[in-house]
């Protein structure tokens, strides 16, 4: 156990151990960069650890530290000790977390101006147990958004005693309290040259506080251009090809994630073609080609998702209609976007063991508090069996998640974000696209004329209502609600809702929307058996406030006035599926909800045969010895829209 009194904090984690070690130059570098508005706590170069002691379940973090040379080809290995897991080898951060006592020992090759170099480190664990944890100790260019988590190792430290502060480097600005937070979030500053920050995170038992340090390394990075046609105007992480010899290794980045990427000029179809354009009936490995990742974990996760669950070729097949596929730590939410023909995935969707999670940026969706001033919430859930089809993890959990769990909720999203790449990029248009035009010209060359499908869906087959067109506005796209629509009560909004032509809220925030939602209800029944539940309820205003149904049903998609728009989309997106009119003609009519019960109880209200309710019965015990709790309204897909030239 690390006792420590208050005052010492500062002292230990101010005291740096830096190894200077087979040619590295630990001399103080006196034509280092001026780095803005802080004096550099680290004066040496070569392997850095802010570490003065380490304990089991206590994250260790190793920064090669050169701020005023260029280093590439950076590959971190351990060499002696009991195995641990890095996911950052490239970086000049690592970060693990030892579960065992003993000596672990770590070898960096890199090349630093034009030179081959070596370094090694040998960190000491002790037996003891570190009863709270920061994670996770990275590297990051300036201007990125960053977040960190504390673990609570022992009972009787409780979370609302936890502190953050921060104890050297250049000062950031926290965007939450610094207190009674398990996870914190701020931009990285502006360096000159690269620059390492340094946080305490404590909690207390009550009587004696306890402290773990976090380390990260900002990175200088070149100035974002001002210029308006700037595709991304904020920071991105910096990201690679999965495949290192894919034939389109040297243009990927540059073409989809990239803070250089100007939308006059972005790249041709003839520099990266959709998928289609090569094969129309891509294996996994042509898929892979088209992959971009932050850490190649993400790239494995995917990969092992198109191999073992794709038994349809579904996503095989709606992958044609895109450029790449961008899964990074800083992608949150989830999108595809026109303007590149690429789909970005968070890899919340794709984590396994906790150390893959711990590399993922936590920072809420910047949607959250949307549509708080209204006077009803829509929640909704997939579900299967009469129990949520998906599951959800506390941050503070160190658990391993199976491959199982986190299924659904990915195979909803794909089928989501995919029917915008085939909305915009329709099997129809393959061929007749101009390979040396460039993809946005081509996008809003369409837009401009006849439109994209979800264009002509809304003229076919429009959706009314325009008090839900407004509502969705305010929960969705973050606009003023006016005084009518503050007072809207869920009865209200129930008769506005519930005689309509779309399974959902979310399909009023746009033509675009209302197109995927109507394509990836229907999916989720017709592939995995997995309902969509909407309700409408009151919206809890104290902490512990029930959810109270006024109206709601599972299986909307089942209404006699939505099956011709959901057989319209279905067609048009995936053809493939030669069963999808047979099979949405014979959906049945949606169950209704019991009013005045908590949406809680609404769970199971789906008739289901002895076999089934011993499978649900297996679900529910699975469910709560999980932990299983996910928000009541779900998961909000994201349309990042085009640009307004």
Same mark, same amino acid.
């Given at each position: 156990?690390?006792?420590?009194?208050?005052?010492?904090?500062?002292?230990?984690?101010?005291?740096?151990?830096?190894?200077?070690?087979?040619?590295?130059?630990? #001399?103080?570098?006196?034509?280092?960069?001026?780095?803005?508005?802080?004096?550099?706590?680290?004066?040496?170069?070569?392997?850095?650890?802010?570490?003065?002691?380490?304990?089991?379940?206590?994250?260790? @973090?190793?920064?090669?530290?050169?701020?005023?040379?260029?280093?590439?080809?950076?590959?971190?290995?351990?060499?002696?000790?009991?195995?641990?897991?890095?996911?950052?080898?490239?970086?000049?951060?690592?970060?693990?977390?030892?579960?065992?006592?003993?000596?672990?020992?770590?070898?960096?090759?890199?090349?630093?101006? &034009?030179?081959?170099? *070596?370094?090694?480190?040998?960190?000491?664990?002790?037996?003891?147990?570190?009863?709270?944890?920061?994670?996770?100790?990275?590297?990051? $260019?300036?201007?990125?958004?960053?977040?960190?988590?504390?673990?609570?190792?022992?009972?009787?430290?409780?979370?609302?005693?936890?502190?953050?502060?921060?104890?050297?480097?250049?000062?950031?600005? %926290?965007?939450?309290?610094?207190?009674?937070?398990?996870?914190?979030? %701020?931009?990285?500053?502006?360096?000159?040259?690269?620059?390492?920050?340094?946080?305490?995170?404590?909690?207390?038992?009550?009587?004696?506080?306890?402290?773990?340090?976090?380390?990260?390394?900002?990175?200088?990075?070149?100035?974002?251009?001002?210029?308006?046609?700037?595709?991304?105007?904020?920071?991105?992480?910096?990201?690679?090809?999965?495949?290192?010899?894919?034939?389109?290794?040297?243009?990927?980045?540059?073409?989809?994630?990239?803070?250089?990427?100007?939308?006059?000029?972005?790249?041709?179809?003839?520099?990266?073609?959709?998928?289609?354009?090569?094969?129309?009936?891509?294996?996994?490995?042509?898929?892979?080609?088209?992959?971009?990742?932050?850490?190649?974990?993400?790239?494995?996760?995917?990969?092992?998702?198109?191999?073992?669950?794709?038994?349809?070729?579904?996503?095989?097949?709606?992958?044609?209609?895109?450029?790449?596929?961008?899964?990074?730590?800083?992608? !949150?939410?989830?999108?595809?976007?026109?303007?590149?023909?690429?789909?970005?995935?968070? =890899?919340?969707? $794709?984590?396994?063991?906790?150390?893959? !999670?711990?590399?993922?940026?936590?920072?809420?969706?910047?949607?959250?508090?949307?549509?708080?001033?209204?006077?009803?919430?829509?929640?909704?859930?997939?579900?299967?069996?009469?129990?949520?089809?998906?599951?959800?993890?506390?941050?503070?959990?160190?658990?391993?998640?199976?491959?199982?769990?986190? +299924?659904?909720?990915?195979?909803? $999203? *794909?089928?989501?974000?995919?029917?915008?790449?085939?909305?915009?990029?329709?099997?129809?248009?393959?061929?007749?696209?101009?390979?040396?035009?460039?993809?946005?010209?081509?996008?809003?060359?369409?837009?401009?004329?006849?439109?994209?499908? #979800?264009?002509?869906?809304?003229?076919?087959?429009?959706?009314? &209502?325009?008090?839900?067109?407004?509502?969705?506005?305010?929960?969705?796209?973050?606009?003023?609600?006016?005084?009518?629509?503050?007072?809207?009560?869920?009865?209200?909004?129930?008769?506005?809702?519930? =005689?309509?032509?779309?399974?959902?809220?979310?399909?009023?925030?746009?033509?675009? @929307?209302?197109?995927?939602?109507?394509?990836?209800?229907?999916?989720?029944?017709?592939?995995?058996?997995?309902? !969509?539940?909407?309700?409408?309820?009151?919206?809890?205003?104290?902490?512990?406030?029930?959810? +109270?149904?006024?109206? &709601?049903? !599972?299986?909307?998609?089942?209404?006699?006035?939505?099956?011709?728009?959901?057989?319209?989309?279905?067609?048009?997106?995936?053809?493939?599926?030669?069963?999808?009119?047979?099979?949405?003609?014979?959906?049945?009519? =949606?169950?209704?909800?019991?009013?005045?019960?908590?949406?809680?109880?609404? $769970?199971?209200? #789906?008739?289901?045969?002895?076999?089934?309710?011993?499978?649900?019965?297996?679900?529910?015990?699975?469910?709560?010895?999980?932990?299983?709790?996910?928000?009541?309204?779900?998961?909000?897909?994201?349309?990042?829209?085009?640009?307004?030239?």
């Amino acid at each position: 156990m690390d006792i420590l009194p208050k005052q010492k904090w500062l002292s230990k984690t101010m005291l740096l151990v830096a190894l200077a070690i087979q040619g590295c130059g630990g #001399s103080d570098n006196s034509s280092k960069k001026n780095i803005d508005d802080f004096t550099p706590v680290v004066t040496q170069t070569g392997i850095i650890s802010f570490d003065e002691t380490n304990k089991v379940a206590q994250p260790v @973090e190793l920064f090669i530290y050169f701020p005023d040379d260029s280093l590439t080809n950076i590959n971190w290995q351990q060499t002696a000790g009991s195995d641990v897991t890095f996911l950052a080898k490239n970086s000049k951060a690592i970060a693990f977390t030892p579960n065992e006592a003993g000596e672990y020992r770590f070898e960096v090759t890199f090349n630093r101006n &034009g030179a081959n170099e *070596m370094l090694s480190h040998t960190v000491i664990i002790s037996e003891d147990t570190h009863p709270v944890s920061a994670r996770l100790g990275h590297a990051v $260019l300036e201007g990125s958004n960053v977040s960190l988590s504390a673990y609570i190792n022992a009972s009787d430290l409780t979370s609302s005693s936890i502190q953050w502060q921060q104890d050297s480097g250049p000062t950031v600005t %926290f965007s939450e309290p610094t207190t009674g937070q398990t996870a914190v979030f %701020f931009q990285a500053p502006n360096v000159s040259a690269d620059s390492l920050l340094s946080f305490t995170v404590s909690a207390s038992d009550g009587a004696i506080r306890y402290q773990d340090t976090v380390t990260i390394l900002i990175e200088d990075a070149p100035n974002i251009s001002s210029n308006d046609n700037i595709a991304y105007d904020t920071r991105l992480a910096t990201v690679f090809p999965f495949n290192a010899n894919s034939p389109y290794a040297d243009v990927l980045v540059n073409c989809v994630y990239s803070n250089t990427i100007d939308l006059r000029e972005t790249c041709r179809f003839n520099e990266l073609p959709l998928i289609a354009h090569d094969t129309t009936t891509p294996s996994v490995e042509d898929i892979m080609d088209r992959v971009v990742v932050s850490h190649q974990w993400m790239g494995q996760r995917f990969k092992e998702f198109l191999q073992n669950s794709d038994q349809h070729n579904d996503f095989k097949n709606l992958l044609r209609a895109t450029t790449a596929i961008v899964i990074s730590y800083d992608v !949150r939410p989830s999108y595809y976007w026109a303007v590149t023909g690429a789909i970005h995935l968070d =890899p919340s969707d $794709l984590w396994l063991t906790p150390d893959e !999670r711990d590399t993922i940026n936590q920072t809420p969706d910047f949607r959250a508090s949307f549509g708080d001033e209204l006077n009803f919430v829509m929640p909704w859930r997939y579900v299967k069996n009469n129990s949520y089809a998906n599951f959800s993890y506390p941050i503070s959990s160190r658990e391993t998640r199976e491959t199982s769990d986190g +299924i659904y909720e990915l195979a909803a $999203l *794909m089928y989501h974000e995919l029917a915008h790449a085939n909305d915009y990029f329709p099997q129809s248009d393959w061929a007749s696209i101009n390979l040396n035009q460039r993809i946005l010209d081509n996008v809003n060359d369409r837009l401009q004329d006849t439109g994209i499908v #979800s264009d002509r869906l809304s003229v076919a087959m429009p959706l009314n &209502g325009a008090e839900m067109y407004r509502l969705a506005q305010v929960r969705y796209q973050g606009e003023t609600a006016t005084t009518r629509e503050k007072n809207y009560t869920p009865s209200d909004v129930s008769g506005f809702f519930s =005689p309509e032509h779309a399974p959902h809220f979310y399909n009023y925030s746009s033509k675009r @929307e209302d197109y995927a939602m109507l394509f990836d209800e229907v999916m989720m029944k017709a592939r995995y058996d997995v309902d !969509r539940d909407i309700a409408v309820t009151n919206q809890p205003n104290s902490t512990g406030e029930e959810y +109270i149904v006024t109206w &709601g049903q !599972r299986g909307r998609i089942g209404e006699a006035n939505i099956k011709p728009r959901v057989e319209y989309v279905t067609q048009r997106i995936l053809p493939e599926y030669n069963e999808a009119s047979s099979f949405i003609n014979n959906l049945t009519a =949606p169950i209704a909800m019991q009013a005045g019960k908590t949406w809680a109880e609404n $769970l199971a209200i #789906s008739p289901i045969v002895e076999q089934s309710q011993n499978v649900d019965k297996s679900n529910a015990h699975s469910a709560q010895s999980k932990k299983n709790k996910l928000n009541s309204d779900g998961k909000i897909f994201y349309e990042k829209p085009i640009p307004k030239r």
